[in-house]
C-alpha cells in the first residue's frame, strides 16, 4: 500500500471443474485478489442442478465461514471482492449478483465501469419488466446479458459489446456453463489457468498459483470464453481494436509484482520503473526508502541504479484501517502515525529519497515527510515512478476529481512546496511506457495525459443511480 494511490477495483475469479468441489478453491484465489478490493465479497457456486451464493460486506476472512463454503456445493463457481467506484458500499451492492432474464439464471461478477449505465438502465426499463435491486452499473451489465439476443453466449455477448461503453472484465456463470468477458479495450484484465481437469479464469494471474492452477494465457480485448462439458470455446468481438488499451496503473501500482501482466511481471516492470527514475531525477542523498508495499520494487530499482543503498525506513502496520475514511483532520493525522511506523536509526541526520508509486491528493504524502523530518531526517527528496496524475478516471478507478487532483491545480514546484519535500521528480510518460516494454496504444494513460480511449461522460457520479432513487 503506497502513501495514497488510486483505490482499488475488483477482483473475479471463475473455476469449472469436471470433478471437484471448487468452492474452496475458489475462496483461496479470492485471498490473492483482495488487494484489488476490500469493501464486499461473494461466491456462487452451481452442482449442475442449484445455485448456492454467499456474500456480504467485509474482507473475505470476515465474510466466509466454515459452514458457508461447506453448502457452497458444486463444480463450477465465481467468486468476487469488490470496491465501488459506482454505487455505495452496501451489502445490496456485493458481488456475484443472481439474476433472471429471458436466457434463464445468470450469476454475474464485473471487475471495471460502465459508463453508458444510465442509457442502459433506461433502455432495459423500456424494454422488459425489470425492478432493480442494487445502485451498481454491474447490475445493469447482468440484466443486459441475462435478456441479451443470441443463440448462445459468444453471440449474446457480441450483441452486448456493441451496447456497452467502458471497462468489464467478467466471470458469469449458468447451471452448468462458466463465461468469462474481456471489454473491446482490454482495459481491465482477465487471464486463463489450467488445473488438472479444471479451467480457471482470474482478475490476475497470481491468483492461480495460490490454487495450484498453470497460468495459460491473458484473454485478448474483447474475447468471450466459454468453459462448459464440451470443452472450452472463445470468440473475439469483430469491432475490437488489434491492441487493447490495458490501464497503466496495473503495472504501477493495482496487480501484485508477481502477476503476469501484458506479457510481463509486475515486479519487473517497477524495478524498471525506479531505475528509470534514477537516471531522470538523479539526486545526491545517503539512502532510498520506498513506501510499502507497492513502491518497494521500484524503490530498489532507483538504489541499483544510482548506487546508494536501499534500506526499510518506513514499516507498515498492516492491520491499521485506511487514513481516508476517518472522519476529521485529527483523527487522519493520528491514523498516518500508527499506519507507519519510521526507523529513526535509518532515517536521522541522513538525506533520505522517498520513492512512491504516485501523488493522487498530496495531502497523507505531506504528513508522511512531516514524519520524517520528525524523526530527524537532514533531507527528503520526493521520486514518484509515474507521471503527474491531472485526469480522473472513469473505467473503474477512484482516484477523485479534477478539483481534488493535485498535479491538476499545481505544477511541480508548487506541489514540492505543499507536500514539504526538498526535491520532487516524476517519471516521464516516455520511460514509464519504456519500462513496461509498451507498444504504441496499448495502455490507456488518461489520467496522465486527460486523453481517453473512448469519448466519457466528465459529470460521471458513482452515487448517480442512488440520488436517481431519492428524486
Not at 451496447?163 to 466471470?171: E, I, R, T
Not at 541499483?304 to 514499516?315: C, H, N, R, T, V
Not at 473503474?396 to 526535491?423: C, R, W
Request: with cysteine; hydrophobic share 35%; aromatic share 8%.
Amino acid at each position: 500500500m503506497a502513501i495514497e494511490s488510486p483505490r482499488e477495483e475488483c477482483g473475479v475469479f471463475g473455476i469449472y471443474n469436471t470433478k471437484d468441489q471448487v468452492a474452496e478453491s475458489i475462496y483461496f484465489g479470492l485471498f490473492a485478489l483482495q488487494h484489488r478490493g476490500q469493501e464486499s465479497a461473494g461466491i456462487t457456486t452451481s452442482d449442475l442442478s442449484d445455485i448456492y451464493s454467499v456474500s456480504d460486506l467485509g474482507l473475505i476472512s470476515n465474510v466466509f465461514k466454515p459452514e458457508d463454503i461447506e453448502k457452497l456445493k458444486g463444480n463450477i463457481g465465481i467468486g468476487h471482492t469488490r470496491y465501488s467506484t459506482t454505487g455505495s458500499n452496501l451489502k445490496e451492492n456485493a458481488q456475484p449478483f443472481n439474476v433472471y432474464g429471458a436466457n434463464g439464471e445468470l450469476s454475474f461478477a464485473h471487475n471495471g465501469n460502465v459508463i453508458n449505465s444510465f442509457e442502459l438502465r433506461e433502455r432495459l426499463l423500456s424494454e422488459y419488466d425489470i425492478q432493480f435491486k442494487t445502485s451498481t452499473d454491474s447490475e445493469i451489465l447482468a440484466l443486459l446479458y441475462a435478456n441479451a439476443v443470441g443463440k448462445n453466449w459468444l453471440e449474446r455477448s457480441n450483441y452486448c459489446m456493441r451496447l456497452v461503453k467502458g471497462a468489464y472484465s467478467l466471470v458469469m456463470m449458468t447451471k452448468d456453463t462458466l463465461i468469462g468477458v474481456r471489454d473491446p479495450l482490454g482495459i481491465r484484465p482477465l487471464c486463463l489457468g489450467k488445473m488438472d481437469d479444471a479451467w480457471v479464469l482470474s482478475s490476475e494471474s497470481a491468483a492461480l498459483a495460490h490454487i495450484g492452477a498453470e497460468f495459460v494465457r491473458e484473454i485478448e480485448n474483447g474475447e468471450t470464453v466459454v468453459i462448459n462439458k464440451n470443452g472450452i470455446e472463445s470468440k473475439k468481438f469483430n469491432s475490437a481494436p488489434k491492441k487493447h488499451s490495458l490501464c497503466l496503473f496495473e503495472q504501477i501500482y493495482f496487480a501484485r509484482p508477481d502477476s503476469m501482466i501484458n506479457g510481463t511481471i509486475t515486479y519487473e516492470s517497477r524495478v524498471k520503473m525506479g531505475a528509470a527514475l534514477a537516471k531522470e531525477h538523479p539526486v545526491d542523498a545517503d539512502v532510498v526508502i520506498g513506501v510499502p508495499d507497492a513502491a518497494i520494487p521500484a524503490s530498489i530499482g532507483y538504489a541499483k541504479e544510482s548506487k546508494i543503498e536501499y534500506a526499510e525506513g518506513l514499516i507498515r502496520n498492516r492491520y491499521v484501517g485506511r487514513t481516508f475514511i476517518y472522519p476529521d483532520q485529527r483523527l487522519r493525522e493520528l491514523g498516518v502515525k500508527t499506519k507507519f511506523n519510521v526507523l529513526k536509526n535509518v532515517i536521522e541526520n541522513k538525506k533520505i529519497i522517498l520513492v512512491d508509486d504516485s501523488i493522487v491528493r498530496g495531502t497523507t504524502t505531506s504528513r508522511v515527510l512531516q514524519l520524517l523530518r520528525e524523526a530527524g531526517a537532514a533531507e527528503v527528496h520526493m521520486r514518484v515512478s509515474s507521471p503527474p496524475i491531472i485526469s480522473p478516471c472513469y473505467f473503474g478507478v477512484d482516484m477523485g476529481t479534477n478539483e481534488e487532483l493535485i498535479a491538476n491545480n499545481f505544477d511541480v514546484e508548487n506541489i514540492k512546496k505543499i507536500i514539504g519535500a526538498d526535491s520532487l521528480g516524476f517519471l516521464s510518460l516516455d520511460n514509464l511506457l519504456e519500462s513496461v516494454n509498451s507498444t504504441n496504444g496499448d495502455y490507456c494513460r488518461a489520467c496522465f495525459t486527460g486523453n481517453y480511449p473512448i469519448p466519457i461522460q466528465l459529470d460521471f457520479d458513482k452515487y448517480q443511480f442512488e440520488k436517481s432513487r431519492k428524486k
